[in-house]
């Protein structure tokens, strides 16, 4: 079972993750989020919910990859986000909560 250790990845942005996700910024953020640089935002799937092999390649390069229960899988692959415990279904995709909140580095 693949865990992610947080700690290891402090300073990963999330843009490694740019060819699957997008990065969404929130519509609301704190005077204290502002004032320390920090914009929340989520991280939404590129793709579709039917789409296994984008899905697959995004989990393979991810360090905040974690299992989900066996229940909750739906990709008969292991390594897919739409296995991992981090995402969160929308109505046409799905987000993903484990990658960073905070502006990824785009250049």
Same mark, same amino acid.
């Given at each position: 079972m693949k865990r992610? %250790?947080?700690s290891q990845h402090q300073e990963f942005d999330g843009s490694i993750m740019t060819p699957w996700f997008t990065y969404e910024l929130s519509r609301q953020s704190t005077t204290a989020e502002t004032q320390n640089n920090i914009v929340a935002g989520r991280w939404l799937f590129r793709f579709d919910n039917? %789409?296994?092999i984008q899905s697959?390649?995004?989990?393979a390069v991810c360090p905040y990859f974690i299992e989900d229960d066996?229940?909750?899988m739906i990709d008969d692959v292991l390594l897919s986000c739409f296995n991992c415990m981090q995402r969160r279904w929308l109505i046409d995709g799905f987000e993903?909560?484990?990658l960073p909140l905070n502006q990824p580095l785009v250049e």
């Open positions: 992610c %250790n947080h039917h %789409n296994l697959r390649q995004a989990a066996e229940d909750e993903c909560v484990g």
